[in-house]
């Protein structure tokens, strides 16, 4: 029991003692974890008053066993992620700050903490569940909860994690920290960003029928990632061409080099300034998505957006680039009765409010047009995609069965040929 009681105080004052670090346990895992510590501590003191049962230690460790299987990772793989994810005054600041140029405590804090979270690494499933069963004297040995290891980080088999504080700081510049280093699609949704867990995986290779607009794009991406002015871009053309496709196509190709893509509605442009404020000081490289961009008059979007492509007093975020998709050349609505006529009094100068409606795309740097796909466009993308999903059709009865399906669907384009091969696959595969 003396024994018991050493180990479990230990543990507590070691976390307690957490300088930079303390997100790490601040999540259901870990306050399961301190709960239990906790637990094991009050049983084994000698001050009766507050002594809890041995039941009472079976109930939070069973507690703590459960979040660790709803996450599907052992408690050591589970720390290093955390670890590895944690956004604090270290791994943010060492993003962007070589190491030696940090203050030399920040890096002893860092270093502190860095052993107390390994000696807690150490500390097994297997050693605390033995803990528990000391204490509750169950005929039963406790499972303790085991799984199949995590691939191998810059912490996993390390004798002294203290030493490789520099192959950490090379992880956080990589990958980020926080909810950057979890996800690498963003929306922006009721005042806040917020993680896209699955987003889409469509891939450059399967975008095809547009190759130089492609091309420009990726060039233009590839500028943003080395640190270079990128242009803001708009992509206008008809439905279903791939426009958005290969925005999110950027994203599964550069994620690993730093992109992530936020995206935003149209109902939440006005919110534009205060977004890329937000991320003006993030390490990482942003793409704006804006999907299906039009303006209504006076529309208050319309003000936002032409703040970020113009600017303003404030500088230029060269880590943010703005994408936008449009079916529409001239992203404000004109009408008939805007045009003015030698009546109007209202403006002198009306034509000027016309013009800068109708130039509001000019103000994007780049402007790349998908023009509606002919036959063989159309053709193209069928048989580009059929040998990615391995459909071994004859090339002649593939052909015919894409016109067919295009005449009776949404037209030729690079969204009704994807339709049609997902179609296709589902019906070869099921009969």
Known sequence: MTKL?????????????????????????GEAYIKLLQNLYLYSSEDRSSRVTAIECLQVYSTWF?????????????????????????SQQVQTTEIEKLPSSLI?????????????????????????????QASDNLISWETTPSPKT?????????????????????????????????????????????????????????????????????????GYSALHTLLYGSRGTGKSSLIKALRTEYSDQGLRIVEVSKSELNNLPAIVEQLREIPQ???????????????DAFKAL????????????????????????????????????????DEIHNWDTVQEKLSFSDRFGLTLTFEPANQDTYLKIINHLAQQAQIKLPQTELGFRAKQWATRGNGRSGRTARQFIDYLQADIATT
């Open 66 to 90: 459960k979040t660790l299987a709803q996450i599907n990772l052992s408690w050591q793989d589970y720390l290093i992620k955390q670890i590895l994810l944690d956004s604090n005054p270290f």
């Open 108 to 136: 002893a804090a860092a270093k502190h903490d860095l052993q107390i979270l390994q000696d807690i690494y150490n500390c097994s499933n297997k050693k605390i569940a033995q803990w528990v069963q000391s204490t509750s």
């Open 5 to 29: 009681f050493a180990s479990s105080k230990y543990y507590l004052q070691q976390i307690a003692s957490l300088l930079l670090y303390q997100s790490v346990l601040k999540n259901p895992v």
């Open 306 to 345: 032409k703040v970020v492509l113009e600017g303003n007093l404030t500088a230029t975020a060269q880590n943010i680039v703005v994408y936008a998709t449009t079916n529409r050349r001239h992203l404000i609505r004109e009408y008939f009765s805007d045009r003015p006529r030698p009546s109007d009094s």
């Open 154 to 226: 810059c912490l996993h088999n390390q004798d002294n994690w203290q030493n490789s504080i520099s192959e950490i700081a090379h992880h956080y510049r990589q990958h980020g920290t926080g909810i950057f280093a979890r996800y690498t699609a963003l929306r922006w949704q009721n005042q806040q960003l917020i993680g896209i867990y699955q987003p889409d995986p469509i891939k450059l290779s399967e975008i095809v029928g547009y190759e130089h607009q492609k091309e420009t794009l990726i060039k233009n991406t590839q500028f943003l990632l080395a």
């Open 285 to 299: 490289k942003f793409i704006i998505f804006v999907d299906d961009l039009s303006f209504e008059e006076d529309d």
